[in-house]
């Protein structure tokens, strides 16, 4: 093995799980909320909308873990707990909003092109079966 093959290969892995994390659709509105100040597990929950209570402790947890949110248990009956933005987290909130700009200003575009691509498909696999659907009809043709 050459050197340095390795190295490249363990920071090409990490950079990659870094991402999936920044990325995950749950990490860029929890990281939105939170850029408002510390919120509570159910505050979080109700804001978002549409996520599972599992979804959302597991995002939480890895957030946690990555050093991107601190998770504050107050010891009170019952006990509360805050989430929030560590520095290294608020340091996510610039790129994440340029991202959401840039989505907003392109979604139409996207949405489009999808389309577009969507139709050509459908075309394209409409065309390749109509020859067999008409394989019959030829075949009857033939000799008999």
């Known amino acids: ?5 390795k190295h490249e290969t363990e920071y090409c ?25 510390p919120m509570r597990f159910n505050e979080i929950r109700r804001a978002i ?28 009956i019952p006990p509360r707990v805050d989430y929030e933005l560590t520095e290294l987290g608020r340091t996510l909130i610039g790129t994440l909003s340029g991202l959401a700009d840039w989505a907003n200003e392109n979604g139409a575009a996207v949405q489009k092109a999808q389309r577009n691509f969507d ?20 075949w009857r043709g033939r000799g008999g």
């Open 13 to 37: 892995r990490a950079t990659a799980d870094l991402l999936a994390r920044v990325g995950d659709k749950w990490t860029v509105y929890v990281v939105g909320l939170l850029q408002g100040g």
């Open 1 to 5: 093995m050459k050197p340095g093959i």
């Open 119 to 138: 139709a050509k498909a459908n075309s394209e696999a409409k065309s390749r079966s109509s020859p067999i659907r008409r394989l019959p009809t030829l």
């Open 49 to 76: 909308g549409g996520i599972s209570q599992r979804m959302l402790t597991l995002t939480l947890r890895g957030l946690e873990r990555d050093g991107l949110v601190t998770r504050t248990v107050f010891p009170t």
